[in-house]
């Protein structure tokens, strides 16, 4: 129920969201029209389209995400195009009505676009305003990402009921602001005659906003609206949601329960464990059959960087503690396609000397159980079965340990440090380069779809911070570009100590690992500049002697294919 309130405070307060601000003058503009029955409906026309072109963009998303591998850009494509030529329209109503009678359009045009005035047609155009801005709209809120990430998966009919209210929420706003703007400028003659400068104007705003859309630049106005709003309208919704996802597994992640107890959670049961295969160092195992020790469940992935950090900390309380009653179950919920691969799993538990148990969680099962959102993530449950202490992503491993004491009953000097792991201000943000997270691209094209093209670097004189730049011809996919060219390149401008690179091909294949200057402050797995691929997992491939900003430019036979690059400091 609660979810079901702030899908709709969500979607009320998505129109003051960045992206939807800039967007209200054409919601306003294209319910303006005359007094009759037909024109007065134009403002419902228009938010109902709206709604139900953000439930179909929603599931066109999971469908193409999943089955058909489509870059959600794509549908950028027929949005900004849609918006365009309902601009042109506008822009140029003579010139089309005379291109409909010239080639007998006239009774297509009460179907389609037309003009505003004759007849079914009339409910064409504002049906496609919203039909063309769903997409944009529907980018706009957390509370829809949790829904298309969290609950669309597992629960398709909650999730369409959420979606639903949430588009509902939406609506009634937008129909409010559409209707008191209709009613402060629709008497005038100016904003109803479609040959007028208004209406022309519409139009140019229509055109404006559909190459913002196609080109991918809206993104950088919305940041730009974001950052210069004076108030934040997101905060009150993941405050809900925050609520939300934690109350229903633990109540609540609180302050310790006494002075003495760094216990942070009300007791609450455990869930089971749900679609684990592929055990390693182990059988199976249950919670109810871990019943009487304390158990540690942390959830990783095994080319993720955060993860490799907390991992020896990991493997010495299950070297400490094992002994007196703890265990250790590492759950790999997998980022990318490779990692769902029980090899690649059973290597990195070789390579990185894991020996407590670990199992796949290839379908996301137990961490939904969870209600996890993080890598790394530690829950950590007492001899009842209860989760008491729960530590989401890197650091705090002192504060993890004292917890772990405190269910088994020992007190001995601490093992790990304590405090949290130190981050570099400014420094360089994990960085993915496949289309469905792809972010901080330079040159030409200047967007990332999937498919093969060759590519025009930008200088790396002028890349941005955090930038990155191609030449030569790469396969782009999804969650990773793949080289089909001997002298394909990949530049980096980067802020950071340490460079890590997701990578991986079907054989051992040497990458050149270029720095400026002669430099040679290569990282543990390019030795001499060459960082050799064979299989898909992390690789380290520069390690400055201090906190720099500078370039790493790699080189990158055909068949590399090149998920993300992570940074340490």
Known sequence: MLLLLISLVAGILTILAPCVLPLLPVIVGGSVAGEEAKERARPYVIATSLALSIIGFTLLLKVSTLLINLSPSALNYVSGGLLIALGAVSIFPATWEQLMIHLNWQAASQRFLGRGERNHGKYAGPALIGVALGPVFASCSPTYAFILASVLPHSFASGLVYLAVYSLGLVAALLLVALAGRKAIGRARWAVDTHSLFRRLIGIL??????????????????WVANHLPFDETRLERLLLARQNKSSLVNTISSAMDNNSVLNVT??????FAGLTNWINSPPL?????????????????SCINCIRSLPYVEKWYQTYHSQGLEIVGVNTPEFAFEHNPANVQAAVVHDGIRYPVALDNNDDTWNAFQNDSWPADYLIDRAGNIRYVSLGEGEYGTTEKAIQELLGVKQPLRTPTGNVPVTQNQSPETYFGTNRQQDYSGSPSSLTNGTYEFSPTAAGNLPDNGWTLSGHWQIGAESITSVDPNAQLTFQFSAKDVYMVAGSDQAIPVNVGLPGD???????APGGTATVNGSRLYHIVSLPSFDSTTVTLSVPPGVSLYTFTFGS
């Open 206 to 223: 229509f055109v404006l906003i559909g190459v913002a859309v196609l080109s991918g630049s809206q993104i950088k106005i919305e940041t």
């Open 267 to 272: 007791p609450a049961p455990a869930p089971e």
């Open 286 to 302: 249950t919670i109810a059959g871990l019943r009487g020790k304390v158990v540690l469940v942390d959830f990783w992935t095994y």
């Open 519 to 525: 430099s040679s402050n290569y990282g543990s797995d």
